[in-house]
């Protein structure tokens, strides 16, 4: 092996799944070949069929449909207004000085931390969830889009005002256009935190969703069923990944790397 | 009356700290005529470049002013157009969007837009490149669009600033015969600055050369040169003894400097 040196595309997929193999061999060795207690973890198979009986018995699609309606409800609602404040404060200074060491600090407070004090203010609905997805990513991502936004290169807004730019086109013709890449590279870095949040909201204080589904099965030493379940949240979060990549490649051809 | 006109314009950078205040340009008056092709030359951090950014207003000058036809310059405006060293194409615009972004600014028709920055992309030989994305040109044509950007504006006066600096020789050599054209046919009112001495001979109907920091204008010298000017100028009797001539006065700015 050289270093740096790229590999072909048919290789990288090969060797990508190569190790997927290798992990679950691993996994198979150790719980069929006896070498694992049953109770503490469920061999590759039982998983397969727990999991099977969780979509045809016990309706766990619709926790899985819940779950995302949650994380997405969330984000997007946190999206809807760090935006627009983040846009403002990576544009104008003044904006950036009055909200940025509050937003700097409300960013260490662990959504996890709240969950207590939210289901005091709004009970164990779907409102207090909506507000732990809120909470965990709207302060990421206004601080992240202000830095993407802020980050534009001198030289170029400068140009602009040489060809008559007004200050308001030059947020909205330099700043938004230049920064809009690396901003729907955050909007995708954030869902997949978000997605960390809503389970532990959901272990808490909940009668559905996946992170339910998972405190309900350790209750019951399920340990497939707990696998199960989380192997359908990678499997979302790759998709959904999957799906950002592409609609950047897209949206921002000229952004390619 | 001359077309620009900069009053006694200087700049002091403010003090940072225990440093004192550094002077980067002394007072300098200089009067531009109307269609007039001035090349600013002079050693790295002369304050040429600031005087130039002072003009296109994208800096402050301490002291003095600048008036274009007459009005003082308050701040930057499309009625400068201006070149820069980087390459500061908008990356998610196109060659032609690019070149019309003033025109947009402006409010003028999509159509007209297009049939403007075609024409310039043409005249800069950009045809056949108008749909690409800047990251698939070459430095070269990046500075070409660049040209042809502050060009379609109209602007009173095109202000560059060591535009072919990072190009290569070649390349260098023929963007100065592209730009020289381009100023023999429209007529434009054009200040250069450059710190390559043949360069600013080649293009320019009058060179100003400026000292060491903090900067001072040290000489300002007609090019007599005829017009249209080929490449091969470069090795005439005249423009020898005129390159002469001109190193030895940067030549002592420099070992001034050491």
């Not at chain 1, 819940?66 to 609602?77: A, E, H, K, N, P």
């Not at chain 1, 999206?79 to 060491?101: Q, S, V």
């Not at chain 1, 889009?145 to 005002?161: E, F, M, N, P, Q």
């Not at chain 2, 600048?66 to 930057?76: A, H, I, K």
Request: charged share 20%; hydrophobic share 50%; glycine share 8%.
């Amino acid at each position: 092996m050289k270093p740096l040196q790229p590999v072909t595309a048919q290789a990288r997929i090969s060797y990508g799944i190569g190790f997927f193999a290798l992990f679950v061999a691993a996994w198979a060795i150790a719980t069929l070949g006896g070498f694992v207690p049953k109770l503490f973890l469920a061999s590759p198979i039982t998983m397969v069929e727990e999991g099977w009986q969780l979509m045809t018995v016990h309706g766990f699609a619709f926790d899985i449909a819940i779950t995302i309606w949650r994380v997405v409800g969330g984000f997007v609602l946190a999206a809807i207004i760090a935006l627009p404040l983040g846009i403002m404060m990576g544009a104008y200074k003044p904006i950036e000085a009055f909200f940025e060491p509050f937003v700097s600090f409300a960013r260490y407070l662990p959504a996890s931390a709240f969950i207590p004090l939210l289901i005091l203010w709004a009970g164990i609905g779907e409102t207090q969830k909506l507000l732990v997805i809120f909470i965990g990513s709207f302060f990421q991502l206004v601080l992240m889009i202000a830095v993407a936004v802020g980050g534009v290169r001198r030289d170029l807004v400068d140009a602009a005002y040489t060809l008559g730019s007004s200050d308001r086109s030059v947020v909205t013709r330099v700043l938004l256009p230049n920064a809009a890449p690396e901003i729907a590279e955050i909007l995708r870095m954030v869902l997949g935190w978000a997605w960390t949040y809503v389970i532990v909201a959901e272990l808490i204080g909940s009668s559905s969703g996946i992170g339910h589904m998972i405190t309900d099965s350790q209750a019951l030493l399920n340990t497939g069923q707990i696998i199960f379940g989380i192997i359908i949240i990678g499997l979302i979060g790759l998709i959904s990944d999957f799906l950002f990549k592409w609609a950047n490649q897209h949206l921002f051809p000229w952004a390619a790397r | 009356m001359s077309k620009l006109s900069i009053e006694a314009v200087g700049k002091l950078f403010p003090a940072r700290g225990a440093t004192e205040p550094t002077r980067a340009l002394t007072p300098t008056t200089l009067a531009i005529a109307a269609n007039d092709f001035i090349t600013i030359l002079g050693p790295s951090g002369c304050g040429k470049s600031t005087l130039l950014r002072i003009v296109a207003g994208l800096e402050t000058a301490s002291e003095g002013r600048v008036l274009l036809d007459g009005q003082p310059v308050m701040g930057p405006g499309a009625d400068r157009g201006m070149v820069f060293q980087s390459y500061t194409l908008f990356p998610w615009l196109t060659i032609i969007e690019n070149i019309a972004f003033g025109l947009r600014e402006r409010g003028v028709s999509e159509r007209e837009r297009r049939d403007v920055a075609r024409s310039w992309a043409e005249r800069v030989g950009l045809k056949g490149f108008e749909n690409h994305f800047p990251k698939q040109l070459s430095g070269g044509m990046q500075q070409r669009t660049a040209i042809a950007r502050a060009l379609a504006n109209d602007p009173k006066i095109l202000l560059l600033d060591e535009p072919f600096g990072a190009l290569d020789n070649q390349t260098r050599a023929l963007m100065q015969e592209m730009l020289l054209g381009i100023w023999e046919r429209e007529q434009k009112t054009v200040m250069f600055v450059t710190h390559d001495v043949e360069e600013a001979i080649f293009m320019a109907s009058r060179v100003v050369v400026m000292s060491a920091r903090p900067g001072r204008i040290k000489a300002d010298i007609a090019v007599d040169l005829p017009h249209p000017r080929p490449y091969t100028i470069k090795t005439s009797s005249d423009f020898v003894a005129l390159k002469e001539r001109l190193v030895e006065e940067i030549r002592v700015e420099v070992v001034g400097m050491h």
